[in-house]
């Protein structure tokens, strides 16, 4: 399927979608990070949502299980 998203806000609910809605259809309760939850994510230097996904900036920070695995692009 072809992503066709042109402005920054068809950018931001694409991105919406793929995450928030893909967390409720896999029945995700609540999709937030809470103490003690896994600390699974990718920092990257973006100002917008749509600056993340359209510029590919390079992975700042990547957390896998609470440790950092990738730091200023180097596997720590």
């Given at each position: 399927?072809?992503?066709h998203a042109r402005t920054d806000s068809q950018?931001?609910?694409a991105?919406?979608?793929?995450?928030?809605?893909g967390a409720q259809v896999m029945g995700l309760d609540g999709y937030v990070m809470r103490p003690g939850d896994p600390a699974d994510l990718v920092a990257?230097?973006?100002r917008?949502?749509?600056e993340a996904?359209?510029?590919?900036?390079?992975r700042s920070l990547v957390v896998?299980?609470?440790?950092?695995t990738v730091?200023?692009?180097v596997l720590a």
């Open positions: 399927m072809a992503m950018v931001e609910l991105l919406h979608a793929v995450t928030y809605g990257i230097p973006a917008t949502p749509a996904v359209a510029g590919k900036p390079p896998k299980a609470a440790r950092i730091r200023d692009g």
